[in-house]
T-cell receptor, first 112, second 111 residues
Framework: GENVEQHPSTLSVQEGDSAVIKCTYSDSASNYFPWYKQELGKRPQLIIDIRSNVGEKKDQRIAVTLNKTAKHFSLHITETQPEDSAVYFC???????????FGAGTQVVVTP | DVKVTQSSRYLVKRTGEKVFLECVQDMDHENMFWYRQDPGLGLRLIYFSYDVKMKEKGDIPEGYSVSREKKERFSLILESASTNQTSMYLCASSTGGNTIYFGEGSWLTVV
């Protein structure tokens, strides 16, 4: 089955710097790659996603890139702010039914 | 706005008890999921359902069962709770292959 690996497990950045989280997946049939943000004590919420026919997508300070050949995708956060502190999960969808395979998560801490 | 509601936020149960975790969604989504979240392990799929009365095993179904008698409701059942089932349980729903929406989570402690 699909396996998603996520790195790093923790990431500490100074406010204003950029943060990058990387994920790899194993199933070449995967075609949808969402990123979720989970603040302390709250539910995971979708922040951005990318489909396999697109190489890059941006939404204000966040962007996601996908390299299908290498089977990896990354989340980029620019100009980080304290409210970006959270756990971020990458995921892939290995079939058309909708279930997601998640990475282990990255704890991002933005220090003022 | 999609709403996925988990009726119990915090539960403490004894080893061997039968535990029901209930989840209701209000968006007429066909797909519903139960995930378990543990530190360092991410979100692991326990069971999912694509339609009423249908269920499929996820990656870690052992020790769990599910029930989907109505489209909006998906229940997770621990037949005989054990301490290694202490965790946070997240219900989710989606339609087609689109965005998965999560509930607030149920924190279960088994003593």
């Amino acid at each position: 089955g699909e396996n998603v690996e996520q790195h790093p497990s923790t990431l500490s950045v100074q406010e204003g710097d950029s943060a990058v989280i990387k994920c790899t997946y194993s199933d070449s049939a995967s075609n949808y790659f969402p990123w979720y943000k989970q603040e302390l004590g709250k539910r995971p919420q979708l922040i951005i996603d990318i489909r396999s026919n697109v190489g890059e997508k941006k939404d204000q300070r966040i962007a996601v890139t996908l390299n299908k050949t290498a089977k990896h995708f990354s989340l980029h956060i620019t100009e980080t702010q304290p409210e970006d502190s959270a756990v971020y999960f990458c995921a892939s969808r290995p079939d058309s039914w909708g279930k997601l395979q998640f990475g282990a998560g990255t704890q991002v801490v933005v220090t003022p | 706005d999609v709403k996925v509601t988990q009726s119990s936020r915090y539960l403490v149960k004894r080893t061997g008890e039968k535990v029901f975790l209930e989840c209701v969604q209000d968006m007429d989504h066909e797909n519903m999921f139960w995930y378990r979240q543990d530190p360092g392990l991410g979100l692991r799929l326990i069971y999912f359902s694509y339609d009423v009365k249908m269920k499929e095993k996820g990656d870690i179904p052992e020790g769990y069962s599910v029930s989907r008698e109505k489209k909006e409701r998906f229940s997770l059942i621990l037949e005989s709770a054990s301490t290694n089932q202490t965790s946070m349980y997240l219900c989710a729903s989606s339609t087609g292959g689109n965005t998965i929406y999560f509930g607030e989570g149920s924190w279960l402690t088994v003593v």
